[in-house]
């Protein structure tokens, strides 16, 4: 940011302390008391030169305050410089933080650099349950947010879909079986496996009868494999609706049982390379060195059958091989740390070149409804929490018909409803504990969807009123800036650093954040100053500032998977 005022420094800098090309960064403070611009390089000069930080500060203000894009330049505190920016300079900054961010786009298609994303990756054979939320809904906003920056995301779905599960499925159906397989809807299969449970605890030769059933789908007995399929099928088929209302899509879906046929030659290559060993149990294992603290880690049970590590050494090789990516970003709950650190350490050790890997974490859910929290049966379903959502957002609709406009209110209710979980969830650090709560994600103050969606609609309505239908663009100049433009400029020149952030610290709450300033600002703008009644110069700024702030809002939201409405 502030490239021009970074040479202008280096420039000061050099012909007053014969330094040169020294890197300056420059913070945009959103407080107006601190400039527009403000850098502590007078710091880090000082100890470099051995001289008083306040005098080379003073230095470079006096100098920096002579610029013609400078209003005046100030010390502060230890030794910052402040810079207040002429409006014409602020307006040029954004202009060029905007070239600069396309031009950094295209150099970063230009490289076609992948990154694989394994995320939502639920378990066959059961319905998406609330805490599927998680993994895809942070997946699906990471994926964005690379694709957005020009990296080409490989994003898949991981699906559970190999297993001893299959074989117990498999046994319940056979015994408890009432009409075809394929007849079954998710649902039904969810109660096979329940009742197979139930059972189990009262005959133990069930288990057994689902490792036999389960081998002999691995050694490939026909109508266990069509069986397999067909319940594969049936799944997927299901998960389809939630999914697309979610805007959750996939690459590829390539599930554990991908993997089958890939995992004989990883077993060899870690026996030759003695690191798979026969522990006392017979299994084979891999051990880990002492600093790394890790438990061994079964590769091959006793019996001969993989298992779902196993699996994910045969999927990493095919990732890398496949697309050479420079980053696979796992997406999994932080219950599985222990198990990536043993994975990532066995890679290790195979010595494979390895492009970045991360186990993204996220934590838990909690529920602030104690029916949510103390629901009794397995699961609390996604597609029932996403209806709830819309009812809900039905109800709030309806309560403030009074200052709400739409003529469709049924998809006003979906695109709030939906909206208000997916963004409930994002706008939170995924890292702590997180919770869902109905009142926080459906208000329409605070950092919610709705929110959001009523600022979005808000800047539309005032741009319809203007009636343009060409795209407005800021002028060169413009004499003043009242407080509340200024801010919101300032906000909106930092969008393309946070999506920087938020990409690299893979934390889309950081967008989140941003946007719910964003609207802060926009609203404290709107109720300060008349747009459309302003006079002529300061309404075509005052209606492009409304036309940039609604796009940003806009892609930004999109990135978070949430829509927003243009009337509301
Ligand atoms: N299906 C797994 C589970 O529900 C998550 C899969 C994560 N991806 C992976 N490559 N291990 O626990």
Known sequence: MFGFLTVRAQEILQKTYGVRDIEIAWLSPRESMRGDASTSIALSLAKKLGKNPQEIAQALAEKLSGLSEVEHAEVAGAGYVNVYLKPAALLQELLSSR???????????????????????PNI?????????????????????NRNAGFTVVGVNHIGDWGTQFGKLAIAFDRWGTKPIDQYSLDELLALYVKFHEEAEKDSTLEDAAREAFRNLEQGQKDLRAFWQTVVNITMQSMQ??????HVSFDLIQGESFYEDKMAPILEEGKKKKLFTVGKEGALIVEFPEETNLP???????????????????????????????????????????????????????????????????????????????????????????DEAVTRAGKVIAEHRES??????????????????????????????????WEKFLSFEGN?????????????????????????????????????????????LLFPSVLDDARETRMPHKLANYLFQLCQDFNAFYNKEP??????????????????????????????????????
């Not at 075509?540 to 409304?546: D, E, K, Q, S, Y």
């Open 99 to 121: 070239e600069a961010q396309a031009k950094k786009l295209t150099e970063q298609k230009k490289k076609e650099q992948k990154i694989v994303i394994d995320y939502s990756h």
């Open 125 to 145: 054979a059961k319905p998406l349950g609330v805490h599927h939320l998680l993994s895809t809904i942070v997946g699906q906003a990471i994926a964005n947010i």
């Open 241 to 246: 609706r939630p999914y697309e209302r979610l």
């Open 296 to 386: 061994p880690a079964i590769v091959l049970k006793a019996d001969g059958s993989t298992i779902y590590f196993t699996r994910d050494l045969a999927t990493a090789r095919y990732r890398i091989d496949t697309w050479h990516p420079i980053e696979i970003l796992y997406v999994v709950d932080v219950a599985q740390q222990q198990y990536f650190q043993q994975l990532f350490a066995t890679l290790k050790l195979l010595k494979w070149e390895l492009p970045v890997m991360e186990h993204v974490i996220f934590g838990r859910m909690s529920f602030v409804d104690r029916q949510m929290s103390t629901r009794k049966g397995n699961i609390l379903k996604l597609e029932e929490v996403l």
């Open 404 to 437: 709400i406009q739409t003529d469709d209110e049924t998809a006003l209710a979906e695109m709030m409803g939906v909206g208000a979980v997916a963004y409930g969830i994002l706008s939170q650090n995924r890292k702590m504990d997180m919770v869902f709560d």
């Open 448 to 492: 919610s969807a709705p929110y959001l969606q009523y600022t979005h609609a808000r800047a539309c309505s005032v741009l319809r009123k203007a009636d343009a239908t060409e795209r407005r663009a800021f002028p060169d100049d413009i004499a003043v800036l009242a407080e509340t433009e200024r801010l919101l400029l300032k906000t909106l």
């Open 531 to 568: 747009i459309l009644k302003a006079e002529e110069e300061q309404r075509n700024f005052r209606l492009t500032l409304t036309q940039e702030m609604a796009e940003v809002l806009r892609t930004g939201a999109e990135l978070l998977t949430l829509r927003l409405p243009d009337r509301m």
